[in-house]
Structure formats: structure tokens, C-alpha cells
């Protein structure tokens, strides 16, 4: 089973600043199979990046994602005030989908 | 756009079974996406359920596998999740979603809240 470990558990940044979530895989997974979600509280998760790199329909630009093998990273360049919230990696194949445990982005 | 609707009781008794349905409109059940479902307890992480697909395939969680079944009902555009012998530990928020390929979840219910107790 492939493990996904996400870090900082919590982050602390100010509207304005760029934030850098990490998702290190226990096995080399390919980037095609590499998504990021965001979620608020009381809200269903909702798809920002697929394929490691893309953005889904409607995402901003200053989300972007990137990596390979075992690494992988979420940055938002420029966070704006409904940046905050919980993002989660999320691995998938063939009849099998794995989250990483969540990052907490707050406000500082 | 897809939308997705969950419903079905927000209590059941431990041991029973747990059952939700996932009523779909902008899109049919019997295209070639897939249809899933994701639980989260409170105050915690995403876990995949399982998933089916219009031809029949389904794929679950091997944590959960031998309690899961996930159904199609193409007559009424919906699909469902039976848990069975629930306990405490599963309860969570259920969202019923959907993948419409490249195995990225694109559309998502607003989720519903099943408590297991007594």
C-alpha cells in the first residue's frame, strides 16, 4: 500500500505571501495520478490540480502544482484570504484512490 | 455539470446496516464515469469507500471490502452505498463523487452526516 505523507501539518502565512504544501509518496507513483484538493469547513472537497500540473475548470493560476516520483508540491503563489483551508494530496490507479492526511493553511 | 445529491438516514443503530443513495442530475449514471464514494470522520482525513462503474466494475477499499457494496440504479439515475455491521468508528461525513476519467474526482456532493449509535 502507498502511503502518502503530507507536510507541514499546519502553516501559518499572511495574505500576500506564497505557500509550498508538500506530498512525499511512499513508492514512486506516476505524476499522471497525482491530484490536490482543497477543503473548508462545512464544504465538500473540491479538485485543483489533476496530473501532478493541471489545473482543474475554473482554478486561479496562482495555484500550481508540480513534482515526480515520490514528491510532489502544491504552491499558491500570491495567497488570497479564501486561500485558507485544508488541502489534500490524493493518489489514484486503477481501483484505488489514497488521501494524504491534510495541510492546514492559516492565517497568521 | 454533474451535480450530486447524497440522502438516507443521519442515525443507525450499531451492527445495522448503513445506506445511502446518490441522486444525479446533468449527467447520467450510464456514462462512462465513474461513481464514488468517500467517508470523513469528524475532525479528521479523506478515505475512498469505493467506486462502480456503468459496465459493472467496481473496485473498493480493502479495509472495507468485505462490508461495502455499491450500486447502480440506471432507472432512477442514482447510485447507492450499503455499509453493513457499522459501528461507532464509522461515523462520518459520506460524500457520494464522481470521476469523469484521468482518475481525478471531479464533482462532489455537499456530503451527509451518518452518526452510528444507539
Known amino acids: 500500500e502507498i502511503v502518502l505523507t503530507q507536510s507541514p501539518g499546519t502553516l501559518s502565512l499572511s495574505p500576500g505571501e506564497r505557500a509550498t504544501l508538500s506530498c512525499k509518496t511512499s513508492?514512486?507513483?506516476?505524476?499522471?495520478?497525482l491530484a490536490w484538493y482543497q477543503q473548508k469547513p462545512g464544504q465538500a472537497p473540491r479538485l485543483l490540480i489533476y496530473g501532478a500540473s493541471n489545473r482543474a475548470t475554473g482554478i486561479p493560476d496562482r495555484f500550481s502544482g508540480s513534482g515526480s516520483g515520490t514528491d510532489f508540491t502544491l504552491t499558491i503563489s500570491r495567497l488570497e484570504p479564501e486561500d485558507f483551508a485544508v488541502y489534500y494530496c490524493q493518489r489514484s490507479g486503477p481501483g484505488v484512490y489514497t488521501f494524504g492526511q491534510g495541510t492546514k493553511l492559516e492565517i497568521k | 455539470q454533474v451535480q450530486l445529491q447524497e440522502s438516507g438516514p443521519g442515525l443507525v443503530e450499531p451492527s445495522g446496516p448503513l445506506s445511502l443513495t446518490c441522486a444525479v442530475s446533468?449527467?447520467?449514471?450510464?456514462?462512462?464515469?465513474?461513481w464514488i464514494w468517500v467517508r470523513q470522520p469528524p475532525g479528521k482525513g479523506l478515505e475512498w469507500i469505493g467506486e462502480?462503474?456503468?459496465?459493472?466494475?467496481?473496485n473498493y477499499n480493502p479495509s472495507l471490502r468485505s462490508r461495502v457494496t455499491i450500486s447502480l440504479d440506471k432507472s432512477k439515475n442514482q447510485f447507492s452505498l450499503k455499509l453493513s455491521s457499522v459501528t461507532a468508528a464509522d461515523t462520518a461525513v459520506f460524500y457520494c463523487a464522481t470521476s469523469t476519467g484521468s482518475y481525478k474526482i471531479d464533482y462532489w456532493g455537499q456530503g451527509t452526516l451518518v452518526t452510528v449509535s444507539s
Open positions: 513508492q514512486s507513483v506516476s505524476s499522471s495520478y
Open positions: 462502480m462503474h456503468h459496465s459493472g466494475n467496481s
Open positions: 446533468g449527467g447520467s449514471v450510464s456514462n462512462s464515469n465513474w
